[in-house]
């Protein structure tokens, strides 16, 4: 059996493969003074259910993201290290975290495993060293479980409902900002809920496509 995500509580999407996801989560002391509930969401599904490239099928644009994840890491004093390759099969890791309940610390270890530390979580021994790490001897059969992986499924469904394409994603007021650099809006909209309910806001958020569809 799964839990739905309560999406009358703030929440906040990720998925470990997203260096943006990480850099977010460490500047937590910064976010709204909400009790977001970190849930996990496998970025891939995402794509695949709203029909995303994935961005780093295109080389030019995956030399400018690492070169930007690593800029904003030094802009923000955050420390930053690279896995040995990217992008990495985030499928474990991620069912590790949603056996364990996905809780603040749980998260931001297994972030800091991938992103400070610069490992692979996917490999057997990268897994193996990030079980030992977060002191988890079963990791293995914790995310063979079939309820482990029905929930990570179910949290994609769950998300995708609501809208979600992309992590990191806040869900503030029923509403989504994405990305790393979306904190500011987050935060404004956190104190001023109104502006979205402004003329202009509800102008643009209504514009028709001048495009036709294909």
């Known amino acids: 059996m799964t839990d739905g995500i ?47 490239r ?20 030094e802009q923000l004093g955050i420390p930053f290290r690279m896995p040995p390759a990217h992008p990495f099969d985030s499928v474990k ?38 079980c030992e ?15 482990t992986r029905a929930q990570l499924t179910r949290n994609g469904t769950d998300a995708i409902a609501i809208g979600v394409f992309g992590v990191p994603t806040f869900w503030l007021n029923k509403q989504l900002f994405w990305g790393e650099d979306a904190l500011p809006m987050a935060l404004y909209c956190a104190r001023t809920p109104n502006w979205l309910e402004s003329k202009e806001v509800k102008r643009i958020t209504s514009l028709p496509s001048g495009l036709a569809k294909a």
Request: glycine share 6%.
């Open 6 to 52: 309560d999406a009358t509580q703030p929440l906040w999407f990720y998925d470990f493969v997203s260096p943006f996801s990480y850099l977010l989560l460490e500047q937590h002391d910064k976010w709204p003074g909400l009790p977001f509930v970190l849930t996990p969401v496998l970025l891939n599904d995402l794509y695949r259910h709203w029909g995303h």
């Open 54 to 73: 994935v961005a780093y099928d295109v080389p030019a644009k995956r030399i400018f993201t690492y070169r930007y994840a690593l800029f904003r890491a």
């Open 93 to 130: 890791p991620m069912l590790l975290a949603t056996a364990l309940g996905a809780d603040m610390n749980t998260v931001r270890e297994i972030f800091r495993f991938i992103w400070r530390d610069g490992r692979d979580p996917s490999t057997a021994d990268g897994f193996a060293a990030l």
């Open 133 to 147: 790490r977060m002191n988890v001897p079963d990791g293995e059969a914790l995310i063979a479980r079939g309820a």
